[in-house]
C-alpha cells in the first residue's frame, strides 16, 4: 500500500496589525518565518531562540474563501466521491480563524466556509454523473468538555452549564444526551455508535442539516473571540456510491470528516473564569493529546496514544488511517499572539511527518449481489430458450415438473420396464434426473408393497428371518424374477411356474414346513408363459433365456448366473408370466433411426398413435400447452412463460424457429428473442403487440429502456399503486392540517390582541383611579384566593376595572385554549410533514427496485430529483413562506448557485424563530 503524508497548510487571518517584524510569509516557497527579538530582561545571553522557518505544502495569506476550498478542499471531496475516505481540520489557537475556514459566514454566501462550499461541490459531482446512483447521509457530533454530542438528534440532549451554550435552536438546555460510543470496524474505521446518519437528497437538505447543527453548538465568549467555538465539531459527509448500468453489487462507500477544532487558548489571555475556564482546559487537554498522537505517528511508534481522549480516539482513522487527510493551521500573525502562532506551526511541522495509507473502500451488497445472480440466470434462460429454438428444441423445458408431467413421466417409465417401451427418450439433463427419480420412486413402491405382502402372507408384522429380504424383492422386480402380471406397482401377481426357481432358494427352502414351496401355475397361465418365452427367442436369437428364461435354465441345468448376466445384457426386462414384446414392438424399434439416449424427445415425430402409449414427446407436454390448437397462440401468457411448452403439439410436430406463428410469440425472427421475453413485454404494454398478463410489471427485457418518467408514471398505477395512493392520502391530510394550524395561528393571534387590547384598558383604568376611592376588592375575582385569610393590605379596585379584569382573565384562557390547540396541529403538521417525505422516499426507493428488477438497472437519473416526478407542493403559502419565497426568487435571479444556501439559511431561521416564539409564549402562560 502506498503511504502518502498528511497535507498540511497554513492559513493567515487578515489583520490591519500585521506582525512585519516578527513574521514572514511566503507564499512561493510556502514557508512562514518567525523571528523573536531577545527578551532584555532574560539577558542578551540565553537559550531563547531568534529564529524559526517553517515550510509546508500551502500557505495561504489573506486568501479569500473560494481560494482556500479551490486549493485545498476540493480534491478531497473529489477524492470522496472516488471512494476515499477523507479528513480536513482546522487547528490553531482561539480566534484564529478556524471556524471561519470550515463554516465560514452564515450570513454572508461569498463568506461561506468549507463544509457548505464541499456540500454544494458534493451534489453538483453527484448530478455530473448520472450513471451512478448517490446516496449521501451526514452526521454531525459534537465533543464538548469530553462529552459527546448529536448535533442532529432531534432533542440535543445537553445541559450546558452556565450561560456558555445555546442549546437547541436557542432555546436552552434539552432533555438528556443519547448514549454514543465509539467502536472500530474490522477495517480500522471508527464509528461513532449511537450518532444520526441522516440521508440529504440535495445541496438544500444536506445545509438544512449544517445549520440546524450549528444552531446547536455550544459557543461561548472571551476576550479573544466574542464567538468562541468552545467544542470540538466533526461534520461527516457519508458517500455511497453504486452503478446504475452495470453490476450494482459493488458499492463504493467513504466518509469525509470535517474537523473544526477547539481552539488552544492561554486563560491569563483569555481571562476565561468559571465555566469557560472549565472549557478551556478540556479543550487545551485534548489538544495536548492530539499533539502526543501526532508526535507518535510522526516517530512511527507502535503504540499510539489514542485512546486518552475521545477526540483522538473519534480521530484515528483521520490519522494515520486509511484516508487522506488535510490540516490547515489557522495563524494569527499579529505581534501579541506570536507565542500561539509558534506552537500551531510547530504542531503542523509534526502532522507533516504523519503518513496515511488512503484505500478506496469497496464493499459488496449482498441482497444486490443475490439480485444480479437472479437477472444473470434469467439472461442465461433466455438465451438457453434462444439456442433449443435455434435448434430444433423449442419445446424443451427448463421450469420444474409439475405434477402432471411427473405423473406422465412416472407411466412412461412402468411402460419402460414393463417392456411396453423400448426406448426412454433423453431431452436434456433435468429430464434424465427426473427420470431417475422416477425409478427410484417405482422402486420405493414396489419395496413397499412387496413387504406389506410378504406381512399379509406371513401374519406378522416384520416377515420371518427366512421370508426373502426386501433387497431380494427389489432384484426380483429387477431381474424380472417375479411370476404373474404386474399390479400397478409393478408388483407380481400369481404363482411360479412349475419350472421357476425361486430367487433365494435357500431361503425358500428354510421354510416352517421344511419343504421346497412349488407354485403351481394354472395350466392356461403356464402355456401363456410358454407361448412368451417362444416369441421372445424368436425375437432375441440367443437372448432368448432372459429374464423369463430363467426358470427354464434351471430346469434345462444352465447355471442361474449366466442367464442373469444375460438378462441385464439385453437391457430389458421381461418377467415371465408377463406379455412380453411382440414383434410389432421390435419393428417399430428398428425403425427408428437416431438413438433413443442423447436424443431429443421426438421432436419430429407425429404424435404417436399406438395404443395410446405416449411417446417420448408428449412428456413435454403440459396440460395447457396440450390443449393448444395446433401450437396455440404465441401471445398466450402462459405459453410466454414457458417458450418451449407446447411447441410439440404443433401440427405436424414442427417446432423449428422458422416455423413460428405470424404473431411472432417466439422463435428468434419474433423480435429476436423467445417467446416469454417478448410476450411478457407486450403483456407489459411496454412492448409492441400482444396483451394479456397482469401488467404489474414490464416486461425483464434490458434492451427495452423506457423514459424515467414513462415508468414512473407506470409504477405509480400498478407495483406502486399502493404506495403512491398512501402518499396521496397523506398530503392530503397534510394540507389539511396545515389549513388547521393556519387557522390555530390567527386563532393564537386574536386571542392575543384581544389581551392586549384588555391590558392597555387596564392600564388606562388604572391610571385614572388613582386618588379615586376604591370600589371592589380584586378578592372577589374568580379563582382569587381569600384577601381575609391574609394579611396583606388589600387593593381595591372599581367597577370597569373588575370587569375588564375577567375579561382578561377569560381572554388569557382563551389565549392558552388556542395556543394549545395551536401546538398540536403544529405537531400533526410536523408529523404529517415527515411522514409525506418518508412515504415519498419509499415510493422512489420502490421506484427503483422496481425498475431495477425490471430493466436490469437503475432509472437514469438520481433517486433523489425523482422528487420532481412527484406533483409540486400544492400549500397555500403563509405570509412568512410568501416573504421567502421572494426573497429565494430574488437570490436566484443575482446567483443561481447561492439559492440552496439562503433557502436553507431561511429554514433553520425560521425554525429559530418559531422555537423561540413558542418559548416565549410558554413562558407567558406561565406567568
Ligand atoms: N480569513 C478571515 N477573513 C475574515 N475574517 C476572519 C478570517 N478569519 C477569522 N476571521 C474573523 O475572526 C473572528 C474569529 O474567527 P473564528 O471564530 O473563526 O476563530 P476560531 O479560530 O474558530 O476561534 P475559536 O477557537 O475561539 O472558536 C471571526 O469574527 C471571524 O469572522
New binding site residues.
Partial sequence: MVRSAVTVCVRT??TLQFAQDNITVDTEANSVDVKVMRSKSQGYVNNQQEAWSFSCDKVLHNAPQDEVFARLARPMVDSAVEGYNGSVMVY?Q???????TMTG?TDNYRHRGIIPRAIAHLFKTIEAKPALAFTVRISYLELYNEHMYDLLAPVTGRVVPGAGGTGTFGGGPVGSAPDLTIVEDSAGNTHVRGLSHVVATSEEEALNLLFEGDTNRIVGSHSL?K???RSHTIFTLHVESRSRVESTEKVLTSKLNLVDL??SERVKKTDSTGVTLQEAKYINQSLTFLEQVVVALGDRRSHIPYRQTKLTNVLKDSIGGNCKTLMIA?IWPEASQLEETISTLRFAQRMMRVSNEPTINVQYDLAALCKKYEADIRELKEELAMHDALSNRAHIVYDPYTDQERYELNKQVKAYLTGELDELPVINIRHIRETFAQFRVILNNVEASALKKLRDHYGTSAPPADAPSALDVKSMVATGGGVGELDSDGFHLGEFADDAKPVNSDALKRRPSGKVARHKAPRKKRLASERGRKEMRAGHGDHDSGDGGRGGDEADGEPDGRSRRRSRASGRTTPKGMSPLGNKAKKKKKKRTTSSMGREAGGHDPPSTSKGHPRGHDLSRTPSAAHLPGGGAAGDADRARSPSRGGDDLEGGSVVADHETPDGGRGPSAGGRPGNASAASAASGYGGGGGGGDGSRPSSSHAFRPSREDAFSEFKHTAGAEIAGILEENKRVYHEKKRLLREAGLSVNGAKAAIDVLRAKLNALRESRVGAPPAVAPSALPGAHDAAASSEPVEVIDEDEYQVLVELQEAKATYREAFEAYKAAKADVSYLDRHVTECRQRLLADFDEWFMASFGHLPLKPAASASELLEPNQDVLDDGEKWDLQQTQRIAKEDPDAVAFYTARMNVQRKVFASQQQHSASRRIRR
Avoid at 482561539?94 to 471561519?100: D, S
Wanted: hydrophobic share 30%.
Fill in positions: 487571518r487578515p490553531g482561539t480566534g484564529a480563524g478556524k471556524t471561519f459566514a473571540n464567538a468562541s467555538s477547539a481552539g489557522n
